[in-house]
């Protein structure tokens, strides 16, 4: 059982998705635990175990995965290491990217693939409902309304609760929204790459939730030598931690989701969760990492 004192995330906050699903906004994304290239086992079984089960510990609802992240480890991990799942652990999966080899992803949107790929999520993780099945990637050979349109169904069927997005731009989510409710997207989205603002900023009008992805720019926002060492040595953090603070600030939609394969890593950027920024701190920071 989590004590108060273990439980990072919580300084974080919590975001309804959807205006009813409630998520502690400091999350864990899953990619890192499958073998190198995001394929195969991981290179530390019982690491990755720990992992997991020592987020649920630190307060950490909000788990992100995918079919394709191993294909299918990082769900069978998840199974492995936290079901039967506490109540409030909201597990986000993705359909969309099929697996060739390590480092390998190619789009396929088509809905029959889409469905099946959603039947295999709910048996490897032992679901009756996926809470969150976010559209891995719009596969451009299949018309939008289609692709969502099988989510929807798959809505309607009681089969997942809400839909997300990823890598998408505004009229595309606008698009997608014609067809059924958007509760997420997800896009890359660091203190060093801002390229989605515009996507942000639409989600934080209208209260949909953005999961930055790569919000450490996969390792780079964390170097001791890198763009945020002297703004943490000044605050007595980490770079990490700073890096997820500045993303924790921007948006009260954003949900991070840092990946990580050790339980220090997963510690050190949990207590971000606790890093208040002022004002003049946030700009400071968009202005060195920039
Ligand atoms: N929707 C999409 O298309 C998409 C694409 C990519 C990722 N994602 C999701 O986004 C999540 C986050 O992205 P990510 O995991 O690729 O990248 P990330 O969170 O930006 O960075 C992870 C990298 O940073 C290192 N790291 C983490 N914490 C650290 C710390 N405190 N100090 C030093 N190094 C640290 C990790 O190595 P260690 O393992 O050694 O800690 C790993 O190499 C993924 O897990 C996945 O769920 C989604």
Redesign the pocket.
Known sequence: MTTTSDNLAAASGTFQLGGDLPVVRLGY????LPGEGVWGPPKDHDEAIRVLRRAVEIGITFF??ADSYGPETAEQLLKEALHPYADDVVIAT?AGLTRQGPGVWTPVGNPAYLRQQCELSLRRLGLERIDLFQL?RIDGAVPLEDQVGELAKLRDEGKIRHIGL??VDVDQLKAAQQVAPIVSV?NLY?LADRSAEELLDHCDAEGIGFIP???????AL?KEDGPLADAAREHDA?P?QLALAWLLRRSPVVLP??????VD?LE??TAAAGIELTDEEFDRLSAAGG
């Open positions: 994304g899953t990619m890192q992100d995965t993705k891995h990823s890598e997800q660091n992805w790569f919000p450490l720019a996969t390792g964390s980490t990490s989701i840092p990946g990580t394969s050790s890593h050190s950027n």
